[in-house]
């Protein structure tokens, strides 16, 4: 929320805005597309990026002409939790898209008789985009890089208030 700072930033959004960062990517004046509209990773992400200077556009699945809305995007963030949703005729050349979706769909060939695929047809995707993120195997991993960070963030945040308390007596 404007003008306050939260002690942790979600793991998955975090991880999205690290991503960009360590691809060399600016959010700065880029036009950003989340699809998704959840409170774990496409509301928080949305937000992320508007406190990163980006230009944001929520969408989901009920959105009308999805399609022309994400074709101006230099950012795609695809959170919608629904398999392939996102063609790759979609996609601006040289966009960045961040896939989150997590989907089961079936496939004979696994042993377990499904596979997991993202929210964006990777395969035309991989064609059109500039940076994309593979499913599984892409925000996944980055998720739980955050959490570390947020884990070793807050351990030193309680090393710090121990060491002022140790210097400057709490209470009694």
Request: hydrophobic letters at 45%.
């Amino acid at each position: 929320m404007k003008g306050r700072q939260p002690l942790f930033l979600p793991c998955t959004p975090k991880g999205c805005l690290e991503l960009l960062s360590r691809s060399g990517i600016s959010v700065k004046g880029k036009r950003a597309v989340v699809v998704g509209r959840s409170n774990i990773v496409g509301l928080p992400v949305s937000l992320l990026l508007l406190k990163a200077d980006a230009t944001v556009t929520v969408v989901h699945s009920h959105s009308p002409d999805l399609e022309s809305v994400i074709r101006e995007a230099d950012i795609i963030i695809a959170a919608a939790g629904q398999a392939w949703m996102i063609k790759g005729s979609w996609i601006k050349p040289g966009a960045a898209v961040i896939d989150v979706g997590t989907n089961a769909v079936d496939d004979p060939t696994k042993k377990s008789g499904y596979r997991l695929v993202g929210d964006v047809h990777f395969k035309e995707a991989c064609k059109v985009a500039g940076w994309i993120t593979p499913v599984p195997g892409g925000v996944g991993p980055m998720t739980v890089a955050m959490l570390l960070r947020n884990t070793l963030d807050g351990a030193k945040r309680v090393i710090e208030q121990l060491r002022v308390c140790a210097i400057h007596p709490c209470g009694t």
